[in-house]
T-cell receptor, first 109, second 112 residues
Framework: GQSLEQPSEVTAVEGAIVQINCTYQ??????LSWYQQHDGGAPTFLSY????GLEETGRFSSFLSRSDSYGYLLLQELQMKDSASYFC??????????FGAGTTVTVRA | NAGVTQTPKFRVLKTGQSMTLLCAQD?????MYWYRQDPGMGLRLIHY???????AKGEVPDGYNVSRLKKQNFLLGLESAAPSQTSVYFC???????????FGPGTRLLVL
């Protein structure tokens, strides 16, 4: 089995930096992914960490510490369009994902 | 490329009725997945397929059946719908690099 924990809500102003933490407990681990979902639409892939360290993709970065069973998604230079739900997901058996409950990010002007 | 498409977009069923949700992908992906999403619970895996002709149970398979007769299609069936199956259903597919899943737009199902 698996469990993932992430905060339910985060609010910040435009231009700020937000960090969404994710802790997990799994029986197997291949990597940690992050997905974004706007208003119940299709989730879209943001980033993936298989090894410890930081992965940077534009304004978004993702970090993983396998020894701590912990990762985070960092959103920099927040924009209004970043208001969405963000899900961490563990790749547990190499071919399927288990998702966290999601973090709703609200960006205020 | 249409990516991943789902049919229908929205459906209302009465308890006990049956229906099939269709997922199609044109990216030649081997892996396909069906999830349901309920408020505050994230995405939960119902069934998945690692290739044409194969299916496997996910986290919440009860009350659902699936078939993958063609590589590009993955069908999700509800034989006797229950109000507990009211949800948003997402289909996804992926290449060999399973961490990158491509999702369809979802099917909103209401069971009365």
């Amino acid at each position: 089995g698996q469990s993932l924990e992430q905060p339910s809500e985060v609010t910040a102003v435009e231009g700020a930096i937000v960090q969404i933490n994710c802790t997990y407990q799994t029986s197997g681990f291949y990597g940690l992914s992050w997905y974004q979902q706007h208003d119940g639409g299709a989730p879209t892939f943001l980033s993936y960490n298989a090894l410890d360290g930081l992965e940077e993709t534009g304004r978004f970065s993702s970090f993983l510490s396998r020894s701590d069973s912990y990762g985070y998604l960092l959103l920099q230079e927040l924009q209004m369009k970043d208001s969405a739900s963000y899900f961490c997901a563990v790749n547990e058996l190499g071919y399927k994902l288990s998702f966290g409950a999601g973090t709703t990010v609200t960006v205020r002007a | 490329n249409a990516g991943v498409t789902q049919t229908p977009k929205f459906r209302v069923l009465k308890t006990g009725q049956s229906m099939t949700l269709l997922c199609a992908q044109d990216m030649n992906h081997e892996y396909m997945y069906w999830y349901r999403q309920d408020p505050g619970m994230g995405l939960r895996l119902i069934h998945y397929s690692v290739g044409e002709g194969t299916t496997a149970k996910g986290e919440v398979p009860d009350g659902y059946n699936v078939s993958r007769l063609k590589k590009q299609n993955f069908l999700l069936g509800l034989e006797s719908a229950a109000p507990s199956q009211t949800s948003v259903y997402f289909c996804a597919s992926s290449y060999e690099r399973q961490e990158t899943q491509y999702f369809g737009p979802g099917t909103r199902l209401l069971v009365l």
